[in-house]
């Protein structure tokens, strides 16, 4: 067992714009955090992993190419990989706890 310390809490992410960062990875999953301030922009691009996102705070909406929704804290979203989407309107600081299945980028061929 662990406990994953600061998973989905929220941290300003600075002048860097939005935060990502990892806290658990294993080959089969790993678990991070995602923050994106209030009035700002995802510019995240679609996953070679499936995804779940549960909002631990914040306000905002999620955009797919068919649906657009509101997410609040509680939500649980998931997007299958190759899905495109991103968080849209931003009205309140936005903190993620995010888990991907199978790790974040272990299906993103080497070049």
């Not at 068919?66 to 989407?85: K, L, W």
Request: net charge negative.
């Amino acid at each position: 067992m662990e406990i994953i310390e600061g998973a989905g809490t929220w941290k300003h992410p600075g002048e860097a714009g939005n935060d990502w960062a990892e806290q658990l990875r294993t080959s089969d999953l790993s678990v991070g955090t995602y923050c994106i301030p209030a009035g700002g922009l995802d510019t995240q691009s679609p996953h070679t992993e499936d995804e779940i996102y549960v909002v631990t705070s914040g306000r905002a909406k999620i955009k797919t190419p068919d649906r657009t929704a509101d997410v609040g804290p509680g939500t649980v979203v998931f997007v299958p990989a190759g899905e495109e989407h991103r968080f849209i309107d931003v009205t309140e600081d936005l903190a993620l706890l995010v888990v991907f299945g199978p790790a974040f980028g272990s299906r993103t061929s080497a070049s």
